[in-house]
């Protein structure tokens, strides 16, 4: 059965910083190559996250820059240090893999009255459904998924917190989008996803069940 087709394709090189669009993308056992492979560090020993990156929930001005010198700027204007890492080390906060379907963005755009710009999910497959596909998140758990060589298996939805209530293109808070989730879809934009087959995947494969 067919679910969609990719549309867009993002990684984000330094966590929490913009993304970068891609138009194909080898997929290993444990994520997008080049995904999350950095981070902000906070060295602030007296911040609660201390030894922890930086992060949208603390900034949303991050998501502006894929600078890390600028985003450590925005950092310093709030009085946290902060220290690029940059390894072999992942800064996931969860599922390696992140998914999403338009129609749940369609959903959420209709509950607040506005377009939302998709980037505010921070996805990295971002799926346009096929006619007919009324999927929620709920009814994808535990699904196989294959798109170009990629076989995912689909773990838990994502559930949301502040940064999706801020403009991508500005940083301005709209506090409706989080609460119509809140009240309206438990909470939940999208899925996580683990990989079971290693592979490439590019903009315009089919998202079908494995």
């Not at 891609?22 to 030894?51: F, I, W, Y």
């Not at 309206?184 to 996803?193: A, I, K, Q, S």
Request: charged share 25%; with cysteine; glycine share 8%.
């Amino acid at each position: 059965m067919e679910l969609g087709t990719l549309a867009a394709l993002w990684r984000y090189p330094v966590k929490s910083l913009r993304a970068e669009a891609l138009a194909r993308v080898a997929v290993l056992p444990d994520g997008l190559e080049g995904d999350r492979t950095a981070a902000l560090v906070v060295t602030t020993e007296t911040h609660a996250r201390a030894g922890q990156p930086y992060r949208g929930k603390e900034s949303a001005r991050l998501h502006l820059t894929d600078d890390p010198a600028v985003a450590t700027s925005f950092a310093a204007e709030a009085a946290v240090a902060v220290a690029l890492e940059n390894g072999s080390a992942r800064w996931f906060d969860a599922g390696t893999v992140s998914l999403l379907l338009d129609r749940w963005v369609r959903e959420v755009e209709a509950l607040v009255g506005e377009p939302l710009d998709p980037l505010r999910w921070r996805p990295n497959l971002y799926v346009a459904a096929a006619a007919g596909v009324d999927a929620s998140e709920d009814d994808l758990i535990g699904a196989r998924l294959q798109v170009g060589s990629v076989v995912l298996r689909v773990l838990e939805p994502i559930h949301r917190c502040v940064t999706t209530t801020y403009d991508v293109a500005t940083g301005a808070s709209n506090p409706s989008v989080l609460r119509e989730v809140a009240q309206r879809r438990d909470n939940v934009v999208g899925v996580y996803c683990e990989v079971v087959t290693p592979g490439e995947i590019a903009v315009g494969d089919a998202l079908t069940l494995a």
